[in-house]
């Protein structure tokens, strides 16, 4: 299996290999028609040349920050907006007009004969449509390219030009257009400032006539705010209210803490609840003294000396501890009761003052404190427009340089043009021209149905292929005849001979589907091929309406098988003989009367076998059986026929038609005979011949195979 399919692979690459060399013609035609239509293209071509100029866009900021700037919010289509104004109309129109270009393109664009709007408008389109705007990535740096190709002879300087005059205009227009919004803002501005600042005269009347009003006496400050003293007594009596209240509250919970507690249990606790230290000495020494009666204890007992004086000292700590615990719930209640006292009197004078606030609130407080409230409101607002408007005033004569040149674009050699490339077109029109070529060759392959191939006689036709003739054969009677020509014939006459359909049969019929297919010519030469290897051979021309055999001979065609048919001449009197021993001649012939219905006639019959009596070989040349009835008539009384087909002539369709018009005839189709067949293009055929072209010849097989020199025919009897 896979030597199979190896050959197979192989068999489809050399098929395609074929049809190229087939149609090499066409290839090469298309071919060199597709390259030197690139080339000529590729010079008449106007020389695109370029230039680039790269600018670094930011957004409006002073180039020395005098007051403290806010921080910029990245702002996405910053620099796509740029793009787009640097694409705009007022800046190529203002390029347009700065540099003459109208001028400078009347010639060379055919502006001349335009309205001076038109040219400029075209003149402007052109720019445009030259003009490629683009961003460095990750970075404000967009580059501003024009690719030029007018005006010829100096469009790689006039691209540079006005490369450099883009950024210098949109740098201009920018600038002029930042300052015109910051000059409309500041305008804004004033105004607003103006009407604040009325709106704060306004309020400040209004809290003067409230305060004359109601005669309220204020302090004032201009940084400050306004304010009644009793209301300012008021808010500070308020905040000693509530430390009092706090301090009252921790007093009392420390008393009745030290009230609710046991003896033992305020005098653990004791020194927590008041930081006396003289207590905490006592409360120590009572423990270090019950320390040491216990240890007295474990020792010595309870009537000793030293045991009875450790006693007395804790009885005296105990009473001592007592006493003390006791002016502790004393004080804890004198200094809860004195800050009591204290809040009591404070919330006595709060509830007067207040009553006293009531009283001024209704009589015109509130009002007063409103219309402050309002004065101050206005003066924030006011002096906030104020400080915005005088730092934009100072900062709109700073410069600020939004849009700078980081690289100039600079005029290319006049060799420099970046289009057309000469190479990489010529490289394109050679493969294309190849694509375009081979697509051809085998498009006109697909849609040609002619017979290629001996697959395709015997696909399609159902016949086996007894002959391949190559092209460029002539007669053997010509000098120009090529010897090796010769094997073809054989090589037929060997298949028809031991063919299984005309065993022993000596009378054949060479016939085509259509004219012009070869089939004089291969009778001739199988015949001259015949007569050669020792077979007596006679040709009959039954061809009456286009005869050629006796061109090929260069014989008159006077008598001949029309007249022997007619009674005018016999046989033996219509004969030529050939210079060739055993091969003779029977021409057409020619009647008065004409020729139509000759060969359906007892006497074509006759002849036949009267030609079969003499001879070893009797070949016919017939007409093109389609069209021509006498091929049909003609065809069932020889032992076989042989059709011929030229390779690559005629449709598939015209032999299939003249194998069915002899098989219907009643005809013997020995096989068919392919004629003219490029053997150097067509594999296929090539090794069929290469044994029989380069074998080597050996002493008599030489000489009985080689075609001998021709020799002048001449008429007999």
């Not at 000596?506 to 001259?528: D, H, W």
């Not at 000759?598 to 069209?627: C, H, N, S, W």
Request: glycine share 6%; net charge neutral; proline share 4%.
């Amino acid at each position: 299996m896979p030597a199979t399919t190896n050959t197979q692979e192989t068999l489809h690459f050399l098929d395609y290999w074929r049809i190229i060399r087939a149609r090499k013609e066409v290839v090469l035609a298309v071919f060199f028609l597709v390259v030197l239509t690139g080339i000529i293209f590729t010079l008449a071509m106007p020389k695109v040349y370029r230039a680039t100029c790269v600018v670094q866009v930011k957004e409006k900021q002073p180039d020395l920050p005098v007051f403290q700037q806010e921080r910029l919010q990245f702002d996405p289509l910053f620099l796509r907006t740029q793009f787009e104004i640097i694409q705009s109309p007022p800046v190529i129109e203002e390029v347009v007009r700065r540099q003459g270009m109208v001028g400078k393109l009347s010639e060379a664009g055919g502006l001349a004969n335009l309205s001076p709007e038109k040219a400029f408008d075209r003149t402007v389109k052109y720019v445009t449509k030259a003009l490629r705007v683009q961003n460095y990535r990750d970075t404000n740096l967009i580059q501003i390219e024009l690719n030029y190709h007018e005006p010829k002879g100096h469009a790689h300087i006039a691209a540079a030009e006005t490369a450099n005059k883009i950024a210098e205009v949109y740098r201009e227009q920018n600038q002029l257009r930042v300052r015109r919004v910051t000059e409309g803002a500041l305008d804004a501005l004033k105004v607003a400032l103006d009407d604040q600042k009325r709106k704060v005269v306004e309020a400040s009347t209004r809290v003067e006539e409230i305060r004359r009003k109601f005669n309220i006496t204020v302090f004032s400050s201009r940084t400050g705010t306004e304010s009644a003293i009793d209301k300012r007594i008021l808010t500070r009596y308020e905040d000693e209210r509530v430390q009092l209240r706090m301090e009252m509250e921790s007093k009392r919970t420390r008393y009745e803490k030290a009230i609710s507690l046991s003896p033992r249990e305020l005098n653990d606790a004791a020194p927590y609840l008041v930081g006396d230290p003289a207590l905490a000495a006592l409360v120590k020494a009572k423990r270090e003294a019950e320390a040491r009666r216990a240890d007295a204890m474990s020792s010595l007992g309870p009537k000793h000396p030293e045991v009875i004086s450790v006693e007395a000292t804790i009885a005296q700590l105990e009473r001592q501890v007592t006493d003390a615990l006791n002016g502790l719930k004393t004080g804890l209640k004198h200094e809860y009761e004195a800050v009591k006292a204290q809040f009591d009197t404070l919330e006595t004078e709060l509830n007067r003052l207040r009553a006293t606030e009531i009283t001024s609130e209704a009589s015109g407080y509130q009002e007063f404190d409103r219309a402050l409230e309002e004065l101050e409101h206005a003066r924030k607002i006011a002096d906030a427009l104020e400080m915005r408007y005088v730092e934009e005033e100072i900062e709109i004569d700073i410069p600020a340089t939004t849009v700078e040149v980081i690289t100039p674009a600079k005029a290319a050699e006049a060799d420099d043009f970046v289009s057309p490339n000469v190479v990489l077109n010529i490289i394109l029109s050679v493969f294309m021209g190849l694509c375009a070529g081979m697509g051809l060759a085998y498009f006109v392959e697909y849609i040609d149905t002619s017979v290629k191939t001996i697959d395709d006689v015997e696909r399609f036709m159902e016949l086996p292929v007894i002959g391949v003739i190559p092209q460029k054969v002539e007669a053997f009677t010509d000098k120009r005849a090529y010897r090796d020509h010769a094997e073809a014939y054989r090589m037929l006459r060997t298949n028809v001979r031991f063919s299984e359909r005309v065993k022993k049969g000596r009378a054949f019929c060479i016939t085509s589907g259509s004219m012009a297919e070869g089939k004089s010519l291969t009778v001739f030469n199988l015949a001259y091929v015949c007569a050669q290897l020792g077979d007596k051979v006679l040709i009959v021309d039954s061809d009456l309406h286009r005869p050629r055999q006796h061109k090929i001979l260069g014989v008159p065609n006077t008598v001949g098988l029309a007249n022997v048919i007619v009674g005018e001449a016999t046989l033996e009197e219509a004969v030529v003989h050939t210079e060739q021993e055993r091969l003779d001649f029977l021409p057409s012939g020619k009647l008065n009367t004409g020729v139509h219905g000759l060969l359906d006639t007892p006497r074509m019959k006759e002849l036949v076998q009267e030609a079969l009596g003499r001879y070893d070989l009797v070949i016919f040349d017939a007409p093109p059986i389609i069209g021509v009835s006498d091929a049909s008539l003609l065809v069932r009384e020889m032992d076989g026929v042989l059709l011929v087909v030229q390779h690559r002539k005629y449709p598939r369709s015209v032999s299939m038609r003249a194998k069915a018009m002899v098989e219907n005839a009643g005809g013997k189709l020995v096989g068919v005979v392919l004629n003219k067949i490029n053997i150097s293009q067509d594999y296929s055929y090539y090794y069929h011949y290469s044994y029989s072209y380069y074998s080597p010849r050996r002493g008599g097989e030489d000489a009985e195979n080689t075609v001998k020199p021709p020799k002048v025919p001449g008429k007999k009897g």
